[in-house]
């Protein structure tokens, strides 16, 4: 069964330091989104992506984020100066669109700063 | 703006029991869909059910049902026949129908004792 997969699973990056996470989504999905998850806390919405364009974003998703569709399979997220705040799960998802409206999760990027 | 309320932080019950769920949201939109996530401690987000708002008939998968009441804009999980693996936090969450973000819950953490 497709699924969607996210390297790496843990990082552990310092303060300032820029990191780029990285999904491979499910082939034939049109829908792309990043979430997050503070130890303890709900998930939270970051981004939506849609016909290579961010289609939502939420006010978590300052300057300091953006997203890439570089290639026809992976969705990268890339935080640029890290901060201790940002120690978080990270989660990718992705979604058919037209034909369905689940959203299918990847495992998840643990992402420690220091 | 949307909102998923979960009033019930914590919950218990007996392997082989029943147990709901619940959960609440705000919105003002007429088209929509519900979705549950189970979260086990790997914290792999993980679709358990799901539910269009503009069908009155409420979704089953096996042994999981939900109770939609849209008047009330309440949508409870329904666990029959429970089981040591379902122990897991719940998440509630909502989607409009532009597919543009999930909106998630605090969570219910239950735990099924043998």
């Known amino acids: 069964e497709p699924e969607v997969t996210q390297t790496p699973s843990h990082q552990v990056t310092q303060m300032g330091q820029e990191v780029i996470l990285r999904c491979v989504p499910i082939s034939n999905h049109l829908y792309f989104y990043w979430y997050r998850q503070i130890l303890g806390q709900k998930v939270e919405f970051l981004v939506s992506?849609?016909?290579?364009?961010?289609?939502?974003k939420s006010e978590i998703f300052d300057d300091q984020f953006s997203v890439e569709r570089p290639d026809g399979s992976n969705f990268t997220l890339k935080i640029r100066s890290t901060k201790l705040e940002d120690s978080a799960m990270y989660f990718c998802a992705s979604g058919p669109g037209t034909a369905s409206y689940e959203q299918y999760f990847g495992p998840g990027t643990r992402l420690t700063v220091t | 703006a949307q909102t998923v309320t979960q009033s019930q932080p914590e919950m218990s019950v007996q392997e082989a029991e029943t147990v709901t769920l619940s959960c609440t949201y705000d919105?003002?939109?007429?088209?929509?869909?519900l979705f549950w996530y189970k979260q086990p401690p790997s914290r792999q987000m993980i679709l358990v059910i799901r539910q269009e708002a503009y069908k009155q008939q409420n979704a089953t998968e096996n042994r999981f049902s939900v109770n939609f009441q849209k008047a009330a804009k309440s949508f409870s999980l329904k666990i029959s026949d429970s089981q040591l693996g379902d122990t897991a936090m719940y998440f509630c969450?909502?989607?409009?129908?532009?597919?543009?973000?999930?909106?998630f819950g605090e969570g219910t953490q239950l735990t099924v004792n043998p």
């Open positions: 969450a909502f989607m409009k129908h532009d597919l543009t973000r999930l909106t």
């Open positions: 992506f849609y016909n290579n364009e961010i289609s939502e």
């Open positions: 919105t003002s939109e007429s088209n929509y869909y």
